[in-house]
């Protein structure tokens, strides 16, 4: 993936003109002078990743030297393109290179050279770099290969600038709030369900992850081949709240039909118990008549035993019916919580799998930025 840098450069460059040599003391001291560019030679080295208009460029006139060298200063606000592995984002080490090249002499006629070493350069570069803006620079390599392209050996200067991005602000405004996402939703585990309040706050909390990932995709190219630990770290964490989500649905139905279930139960043993009432109630009605019609004759002492064996023998029944009652109303009691059993161990079961694998998850993330910041510390203090 390439993107652009911007940054400003001087350039100073210098090369020697054998036909303008002299002897000061001849012309009354004059060791120096300047002149326009347009009055004398001067290589036509170009920047190979350049991307910026011309208008950015300011040239100082030629400075002649009595000893054959000129020397020329270039001002430029250079946006060059870079090939970036994000891989790493926010924790990343950047390499680009600024190349150096003539267009249309070769090794024989113009060789390209350096008058500083790497670390004279990064040094310099460092006292006079006014702003950093998310970057930090690391160090600086200097190559000057022989490249041959047409059976022709062309020469090159090449400056490789090694970048290390300044993660803060990506933590503060990404990771943290993503990491506190994540801990609200375990957290969420222990919302009662028959409060209902448990489904709106995943979604809540799956809403706030989505404004996340907008503003992530504001902040990464979508050219990159290989995803971004950021990118794996957001997506995972959404999918983890996701299927979250999905099982507080679940487990949110499950009480639901419990409920159900219930309540259709009972309604059912309710009429069932009106039905037998009346049943029995029809039942001795009818007996009572009956045996008024044959018995007209007996004896009041008769009656009265009579009327008590059967107003013992419907305490009995009634006694009888309450013991049934009592024993079907346990039965389906228990038939009834049997949806709401599952849904407390499948929410066991899930928050135990969904803790471990946040837990691995996120060790395995951080543990890995940890490092590759703990590796750019490192190299930038050698």
């Known amino acids: 993936m390439s993107q652009t840098v911007t940054s400003h450069i001087w350039i100073e460059m210098s090369w020697m003109n054998e036909f303008l040599t002299w002897n000061s003391s001849d012309f009354c001291g004059i060791e120096k002078f300047t002149v326009p560019m347009s009055s004398l030679w001067t290589p036509d080295v170009s920047i190979l990743e350049d991307a910026s208009d011309t208008s950015s460029i300011y040239r100082s006139p030629l400075g002649q030297v009595s ?13 060059f393109t870079c090939h970036m592995k994000l891989r790493d984002f926010p924790f990343d080490t950047q390499k680009c290179t600024i190349t150096f090249l003539s267009m249309t002499s070769d090794a024989g006629v113009m060789h390209l050279g350096t008058a500083h070493n790497d670390t004279a350069l990064t040094r310099v570069s460092e006292m006079f770099m006014v702003t950093r803006g998310e970057w930090d620079l690391v160090t600086m390599e200097i190559s000057a290969p022989n490249v041959t392209k047409g059976g022709t050996a062309q020469s090159k200067l090449i400056y490789t600038i090694i970048m290390m991005r300044k993660p803060m602000l990506y933590v503060v405004i990404l990771i943290v709030p993503l990491f506190y996402l994540m801990i609200l ?24 992850i989505s404004v996340l990932l907008l503003i992530l995709q504001d902040m990464l190219p979508s050219t990159e081949e290989n995803l971004p630990m950021m990118a794996v770290y957001c997506v995972v964490t959404f999918a983890l709240v996701g299927i979250s989500l999905l099982e507080a649905m679940l487990v949110s139905f499950l009480f639901d039909l419990d409920g159900y279930c219930g309540q259709k139960t009972r309604s059912s043993v309710n009429a069932q118990e009106e039905i037998q009432l009346e049943a029995d109630f029809d039942k001795e009605t ?3 008549a009956e045996e008024g019609q044959r018995k007209p004759e007996k004896s009041p002492l008769t009656l009265d035993r009579s009327a008590g064996l059967d107003a013992l023998k419907l305490i009995l029944e009634e006694v009888k019916a309450a013991r049934r009652e009592a024993e079907g109303r346990e039965t389906d009691q228990r038939k009834s919580r049997r949806y709401r059993r599952v849904a407390e161990i499948i929410d066991s079961v899930f928050f135990v799998l969904y803790f471990l694998t946040v837990a691995s998850f996120l060790t395995y993330i951080y543990v890995v930025w940890i490092s590759r910041y703990a590796e750019n510390i490192a190299m930038k203090s050698d």
């Open 67 to 79: 000893n054959g060298w000129v020397y020329v200063t270039t001002r430029q606000r250079l946006t």
């Open 185 to 208: 939703d375990l957290a969420s585990f222990f919302i009662s369900e028959a409060r209902g309040e448990k489904l709106s706050f995943k979604v809540t909390v799956l809403l706030s």
């Open 286 to 288: 009818a007996s009572a």
